[in-house]
């Protein structure tokens, strides 16, 4: 009785359980690097365009080879797959930015971190809000989770961004370097505790939600080892692919930003979307599933990551180089960061959201960057 099915459906079904590498996922990233050692961006207007091509299919191909990778080790640990992926690649841009001598290395990681809070804190996870609602209606996740994520991530925020502004040690915005080494030991401390929690003493605090719709993960074979293996070389070469082409293009994009009359502050939002890009698309692809408990694992572990990896990274070479680092933040963007967690508080106090919280958090990310662009 079990074998009397319908053998077209059977077939189909077989073939939906088989993980598939596609071969565009595995061509594009080689693409990339190849696109990257030909410089191809400096080819004039024709180069430019090939190169921007190009590194949107790395974004596209690092969200599949993630969740192939996601898919084999499972929940919460295929979250933190991305997100650390992604924040690895991020320190290195930053720090390859601050040595090259170009800019104002005095605020760069400043500003980078609080783009990359902002555009996942309000811009992420109201989309993924926004989306899951519109689809599902109201959605669950398990607030234990989600409220252990922002109460370390309000902690790293205000020691690493806020704090430096009321300081003595050292004029304006600035730590001593005491300081700095301070702060780069509590947020790694701060971020592996989180860590383990996590990922071993509460690892059904972020798991998904029983009710969810899992059945595309729930019933699909893990990829094998090789596969996995493959996959995780092609989401690394992809990742890179999108920062080291992100910031070959970035001449192009402040003199675009700038033939448009907007503040240079614009670039760093937009190399910051851009690294960005392989997560914002997992997640929304996941609120539309209705995981938004995977959605916000992603979320806040990127938010998580990008404050305790990369001030940690930044702040001991600011102490080696000698590079003087401002973390402070004026007082508009202050503003923007309270609001920001006052409102996550509220919309994600109660395990259930709607396109209402989308919504506020999606406005409250138009706020930032119309502030970013009219002063």
Known sequence: MAQSGNP????????????????????????????????????????????????????????HHAEVVAHKVGEPFGTLVLAIAVTIIEVALIVSLMMSGDGDKTTLARDTVFAAVMIIMNGIVGLCLLVGGA????????????????????????????????????????????????????????????????????????????DGDLSQNAHAEPPTHTQTLIALGALIAALIGVVLLAKSLSPHIEKSVASAGLPLAFVGILIAALVLAPESLAAVKAARRNRLQTSLNLALGSALATIGLTIPTVAVLSVIMGWPLSLGLDPKSMILLFLSFIVSIFSLGTGRTTILQGVTHLVIFSAYLFVTIVP
């Not at 207007?45 to 191909?61: D, P």
Request: proline share 6%.
């Open 135 to 210: 689809r599902h209606h109201e959605q669950k996740f398990v607030l234990r989770g989600v409220s252990s994520a922002l109460c370390v991530l309000a902690a790293m925020a205000s020691l690493s961004l806020i704090l430096p502004n009321f300081t003595s040690s050292a004029p304006g915005s600035f730590y001593s370097p005491p300081q700095l080494i301070f702060v780069a030991i509590v947020s790694l401390i701060l971020y592996g505790t989180f860590v383990l929690v996590q990922t071993v003493r509460h690892r059904d605090y972020f798991l998904p939600a029983g």
């Open 8 to 63: 077209d459906t059977a077939k189909t079904a077989h073939a939906k359980d088989v993980p598939v590498l596609p071969i565009w996922s595995l061509v594009v990233p080689v693409a990339g690097v190849l696109a990257i050692l030909l410089h191809v961006a400096y080819l004039g207007l024709a180069g430019v365009i090939i190169a921007a091509i190009i590194m949107m299919g790395c974004v596209l191909a690092a969200v």
